[in-house]
């Protein structure tokens, strides 16, 4: 179980972005959000 698989850099610069709206909906009360509204 110690495979490494490396991270694109496309998907480091997408993190803060999906920190924000996440923080967004857990501020809104929201329990549940589809990957496709994340997107």
Do not use: Q, T
Request: positive net charge.
């Amino acid at each position: 179980m110690d495979k490494k698989k490396d991270i694109s850099m496309a998907v480091i610069k997408r993190l803060p972005k999906y920190y924000r709206h996440l923080a967004e909906l857990l501020r809104n009360d929201v329990d549940r959000v589809s990957s496709k509204e994340l997107s």
